[in-house]
């Protein structure tokens, strides 16, 4: 098969030009889009010759985009909302920017001041724009390094917003910093202290005693209980299932979701995933227990 024969299905499309299965359909079911026919179908799989999207997307690839030199003549230091942002991009929606953090990351430059919302130095965006990739193949800048923070340091040390989203589970300083601002951390209270860097326009930067983090870490599950004795004999679901007799985990798993085994509803622990914003999923029981049920039902048997 030549290069001119090759087949891309949806999936190959959007890793390979960086869109979306929605785009690619509605492009595909619109007549006038300009997007190529269907090639081939393997059931309800569709297929189109690579080099037919290539074209079309190498038709669509925008002229690079420049900003006007009052911009850049203007002081680069200044502090944008993200309002001010997206006008400058020419965005008619703040919302093209929550986009490109929830499903680019490492795409867009995170915020310089976070303290009362996002914000951006004129200058930084002005870099963005310069040297984004486009159309295509996307590389997406490589995320900042996080720093490492432990949760048995200092409990009356102040921390920022890049520790605190480490320790809190978050992907990044700007995905906690967007859910500060929309209010969606219930667990985290107002901040420690609010502490104004000389010399910087930005307003004052929000730090939380490290064992303020710590407690909202907990209420979250992204770290254990206090009293959670870490050094106890838990196992999972597989254990469990040998110890109580059933074939497989699923099994065990499916009992327990029915209500068989009603002493287990309440596991005595999780496996916690640091570095991730949800809760744990994985249950843990003391091995002790287990056993101590498993004895009960071989002597009621």
Not at 215 to 237: F, I, S, T
Not at 243 to 267: E, T
Request: no cysteine.
């Amino acid at each position: 098969m030549t290069s001119a024969d090759r087949l891309v299905d949806t999936t190959q499309i959007v890793s390979e030009f960086g869109t979306s299965k929605s785009r690619v359909s509605e492009w595909s079911n619109n007549p006038d889009s300009g997007f190529p026919e269907v090639a081939h179908t393997d059931g309800r799989k569709r297929f189109w010759h690579h080099a037919e999207v290539a074209a079309f997307f190498a038709q669509r690839a925008p002229k690079k985009r420049t900003l006007p030199a009052a911009v850049l003549d203007a002081d680069q230091d200044e502090l944008l909302t993200k309002r001010e942002v997206a006008q400058l991009l020419g965005y008619t929606r703040v919302s093209t920017i929550d986009a490109y953090f929830r499903d680019r990351p490492g795409y867009f430059p995170e915020p310089d001041e976070d303290a009362d919302g996002q914000m951006w130095r004129r200058g930084t965006i002005v870099a963005w724009v310069a040297n984004r990739p486009g159309k295509g193949r996307r590389a997406s800048a490589p995320p900042a390094a996080r720093p490492a923070v432990s949760a048995d340091g200092d409990p009356d040390e102040l921390l920022g917003t890049a520790e605190v989203a480490v320790l809190l589970g978050y992907s990044s300083t700007a995905s906690f910093s967007s859910a500060l601002y929309q209010g969606r951390i219930s667990e985290l209270p107002e901040p420690d202290s609010l502490e104004k860097e000389e010399g910087s326009r930005g307003p004052a930067r929000k730090k939380w005693r490290r064992a303020t983090i710590v407690a909202a870490a907990r209420k979250r599950g992204v770290l254990p209980p206090a009293d959670q004795d870490e050094n106890a004999d838990l196992v999972g679901a597989a254990e469990a299932a040998q110890i109580l007799g059933y074939s497989s985990a699923d099994s065990f798993i499916s009992a327990l979701g029915h209500g068989l085994l009603p002493d287990l509803d309440q596991p005595d622990g999780f496996e916690y995933r640091r570095g991730s914003a949800g809760r744990p999923r994985q249950q843990r029981w003391k091995r002790s227990r287990l056993e101590d049920l498993a004895a009960r039902r071989s002597s009621t048997s």
